[in-house]
């Protein structure tokens, strides 16, 4: 009977030494200093941020709103004007659209708004002035500096200050106008011609707006809170305004017909050393012509007529 062999012993297994690790390092990225320094990187960008889109925001909204506004054909300008002034009362809006327009097309702008005249803000017809006088248009530019003026004083009268009328002045120029002279320094006629046409549009468009635009400023210029005056009072304060700017223009015209009376003899004593008569009355006729007061003017002319060949 055979012997079975015994099974070959299993080689012992020698044991592997462990791969080194790296040594570890410490993560301080979810430390307080690293949060905070974080936190405050951020809200420094946002606030970068949002002073970026604070600055560009109104500008780019003012350039989109301008090309809209200029984008419109000057005949739109009515139904603007009467959705602003007799629908929804915002003459700030009007006054806006009006500034926005190119100074190329402010006499056509002024044409089509015309009718609008007694609802409008007194700001406007400043604005009316300056882009008059950019354009070189002198005399409508001084026309219409007068007429915000005497719509201005008629607004301050109806704020309800005593001193409305005196600090009414540092109110409006405030506002980009041309520098004209003061009245006294202008020429009499060219004033006195102003003065004409300012009262002849107050009286065909009687100012029906409110004064609050002005009352604010003067307001907060005399540091006080004083109480407008009824609307019921209003024609009483415009017929007071007329009659004082009616009584300074006959003074004027006075002084000024006395002034031409002066130039007028002057001028005739050398029209008479004209020997020819005939030169003599084209002479004379010239000078009668020239005269801003219509009697006089017609007085002058008929005593030329009357001169004999």
């Known amino acids: 009977m055979s012997r079975k062999k015994p099974p ?12 080194p690790q790296p040594e570890e390092t410490k993560d301080d990225s979810g430390g307080w200093e690293f949060r905070s320094a974080k936190f405050a990187l951020r809200a420094v960008g ?25 984008s419109l ?9 009467d959705y602003y002034l007799n629908q929804v009362y915002k003459p700030e809006k009007l006054y806006k659209m009006v500034t ?30 300056s882009r008059l006088d950019q354009i070189g248009k002198t005399d409508e530019a001084l026309f219409w500096w007068q007429f915000g003026r005497y719509r201005a004083r008629f607004d301050a009268l109806r704020c309800g200050s005593g001193l409305a009328v005196d600090n009414v002045g540092s109110v409006l120029g405030l506002v980009p106008h041309p520098e004209f002279p003061q009245d006294e320094e202008m020429d009499k006629f060219t004033v006195v011609k102003s003065l004409k046409r300012v009262l002849a549009l107050d009286a065909k468009y009687p100012a029906d707006n409110l004064p609050e635009d002005l009352c604010e400023p003067l307001r907060a210029m005399e540091g006080g809170k004083f ?32 002034d031409e009376t002066k ?31 219509e009697t006089t003017k017609s007085d002058c002319i008929a005593e030329v007529n009357s001169i004999k060949k």
Do not use: H
């Open 8 to 19: 070959k012993p299993t080689p012992a297994v020698k044991p592997v030494a462990p791969a």
């Open 227 to 258: 109480v407008s005056v009824r609307p019921d009072r209003w024609a009483d304060i415009r017929y007071t305004l007329r009659y004082m700017t009616e009584y300074r223009l006959r003074q004027m015209e006075g002084s000024l017909a006395v």
């Open 100 to 129: 926005m327009r190119p100074a190329s097309e402010i006499e056509k702008t002024i044409e089509v708004l015309m009718p609008y005249t007694a609802r409008m803000s007194t700001f406007t017809f400043l604005f009316y002035s």
């Open 73 to 81: 054909p000057v005949t739109a300008l009515p139904e603007k004007a």
């Open 46 to 70: 946002v606030c970068f941020f949002i002073a970026y889109v604070s600055f560009l925001a109104p500008s780019a909204f003012t350039w989109v709103q301008t090309k809209y506004v200029r």
């Open 263 to 293: 130039d007028l003899q002057k001028a005739a004593v050398t029209c008479e050393k004209l020997g020819n008569v005939k030169k003599k009355k084209e002479c004379m006729m010239k000078l009668c012509n020239g005269l801003s007061d």
